[in-house]
């Protein structure tokens, strides 16, 4: 027998119905004898309209601005998983299973003191895992912890996952369940190429070039966790019948895999393409050439929470100016232009250009590091698509391009076929 965690995404939990279905996966794993915990988000929606009330609240109630004590903010947001904790130990007890809801400070985990975007820095177990042998399954609120001025504190957007794995790692799991909407990780977005294939397999490193160049299925930082602490993690589909044939099969269930490189016999040089959408390039033209300026540059923008993506650099003939072209989202477009501004004369660039609707599109595979050519197969594919690369970075696993947004579809289907991936 075994030790699973289970979590269970919003739209997994997004009414009774549903919640009464994810209790039907829970007993299934209970029946076969398995140690089980869950971990739940808030219902679908729910967090949204949560974040709503604290926003709109101090204007509501007189203030002339919408500023907000964040820890009154992670208050109230948290609440969402709480009710859906609470809701899938009732339906779990109404199926005669003996089971109880846990709160984040109630294991007790422990986080930083980063209200709205906390991060992890302990879990003690120990009471959990005593309860779990005992046959209880814990039902525990996603996204949130205890920090050190002994506030509630939520994870960030997306924590249910990370919650998730931290957890599968301190009560030492023997793997953990990501159950969502779809059912396992695909090569590319079914929606833009219907040959798109779900991969039986995906390492870790994978998967977090996947979830962080725009692969939604999984949050960047449970996949960091999971490939620091090894945890082996499967994506299932929630909406699958609970009780068909496989579903319980303890090594093999229905799924993704996503686990260490040396489990995956069979590697195949390119695993997927991935994109994201809503790039910008901001370009800053003829810079000097001397110490000190990309940190000049690079440094404000982060102080300013500015997300830098690719960063390519051009250096004249005569090695007294530079080019520095780099990507940041769309929405922080106005936020660097004004940063990059007011320390103009600390940086010392002459002109700053920028352009926005870019998208990325990203090779990715660990089968890159042994295979020469994969690089030229990609600019060769969208050279005869008639597709123009505006800027190229590349690492062992990963090759990204940034193109114009029209052409992201195109090139999609483009490199996924030119890479074999289309075959079944």
């Not at 994870?155 to 990370?162: A, F, H, P, Q, V």
């Not at 960047?220 to 699958?240: D, G, N, P, Y």
């Not at 997927?272 to 440094?299: H, T, W």
């Amino acid at each position: 027998m075994a030790r699973i965690v289970m979590k269970f995404g919003g739209t997994s939990v997004a009414d009774l119905d549903r919640i009464k279905n994810v209790a039907r996966h829970v007993k299934r794993e209970v029946d076969a004898g398995h140690e089980v915990a869950v971990v739940v988000s808030a219902m679908s929606g729910k967090t949204n309209e949560l974040v709503g009330w604290v926003q709109n609240m101090p204007k509501v109630a007189g203030a002339d601005h919408s500023i907000y004590d964040a820890r009154e903010y992670d208050a109230v947001v948290a609440s969402g998983e709480q009710v859906t904790s609470g809701l899938l130990a009732i339906a779990l007890q109404a199926m005669g299973i003996n089971a109880r809801s846990w709160q984040g400070w109630q294991i007790p985990i422990r986080t930083d003191n980063a209200h709205g975007a906390a991060r992890i820095l302990d879990i003690d177990g120990e009471d959990m895992i005593r309860r779990m042998k005992e046959g209880q399954v814990a039902v525990v609120a996603g996204f949130q912890g205890l920090g050190p001025d002994n506030r509630l504190a939520t994870l960030g957007r997306g924590g249910s996952d990370t919650s998730a794995v931290a957890i599968a790692a301190a009560v030492k799991a023997d793997r953990c369940d990501i159950y969502t909407d779809v059912d396992g990780v695909y090569t590319t977005d079914p929606r833009i190429v219907p040959k798109a294939r779900r991969l039986k397999k995906i390492a870790f490193e994978e998967m977090l070039e996947m979830a962080s160049l725009g692969a939604k299925v999984l949050q960047v930082r449970s996949v960091e966790l999971a490939m620091v602490f090894k945890v082996r993690t499967f994506v299932r589909s929630s909406f699958e019948d609970p009780d068909a044939p496989g579903m319980g099969d303890l090594l093999n269930p229905p799924g993704t895999l996503i686990c260490d490189e040396d489990e995956i016999v069979e590697q195949e040089v390119v695993t997927g393409i991935a994109y994201a959408k809503d790039e910008a390039q901001i370009s800053l033209r003829r810079l000097a050439d001397r110490p000190g300026v990309s940190a000049a540059i690079f440094g404000p923008l982060a102080e300013n929470h500015i997300n830098v993506d690719m960063i390519v650099q051009n250096i004249s003939e005569d090695g007294s100016k530079t080019d520095m072209t780099f990507t940041v989202p769309s929405g922080d477009v106005d936020k660097a232009l004004r940063v990059l501004g007011e320390n103009k004369e600390k940086i010392g660039y002459d002109v700053v250009q920028s352009e926005s609707g870019l998208v990325k599109v990203s090779v990715i595979g660990i089968g890159m590091r042994s295979h020469a050519g994969v690089a030229a197969t990609a600019f060769r594919a969208l050279a005869e698509k008639g597709i123009n690369i505006k800027a190229i970075t590349t690492s062992e696993i990963k090759i990204s391009i940034l193109i114009d947004g029209p052409y992201a579809e195109l090139a999609v289907r483009t490199l996924h076929s030119c890479y074999g991936l289309d075959k079944s």
